[in-house]
């Protein structure tokens, strides 16, 4: 069976969030193959279950107004998402920290508009296989 995975993006910047064992996820962001971010994250399915809900609720919002959702925001996060409005969907800004909240080492991108229907889509999703 596939293990619950999440991508963002397209060929030129994207963000791929992946359970690789019960508490262990591989975060993998490449920025044009010049810059990439490639580690391992403890996170348990509680936690991806509330960043999910939290991308899935600002994407429902009525207004559409930008909106922020940190994977950990009680402890070290190695992923904040930025959701910006753009069009009929949203751009976003992604904040990876491989050792937390090390403000030495993180990268940061911004990922091209997406469609909110495909957000909302890949957002539930994952919310399904985690479920399961």
């Known amino acids: 069976m596939e293990e619950p995975r999440m991508r963002l993006g397209n060929d030129d910047a994207w963000l791929e969030l992946t359970r690789i064992r019960a508490d262990s996820w591989q975060i993998t962001a490449d920025w044009s193959s010049s810059l990439k971010a490639d580690f391992t ?11 999910v809900a939290r991308m ?25 998402l930025k959701a910006e409005p753009v069009g009929d969907g949203f751009a976003f800004f992604a904040r990876l920290t491989p ?7 993180h990268l940061q991108m911004e990922i091209d508009p997406i469609a909110t229907s495909e957000l909302r889509e890949t957002f539930s999703a994952l919310h399904a296989a985690l479920v399961v």
């Open 56 to 80: 899935l609720s600002g994407l429902r919002a009525p207004s559409g107004g930008r909106f922020s959702a940190a994977v950990t925001p009680g402890r070290n996060n190695p992923l904040t």
């Open 99 to 105: 050792n937390g909240d090390d403000d030495v080492c």
């Open 41 to 51: 994250a403890d996170l348990s399915a509680a936690e991806v279950m509330d960043f």
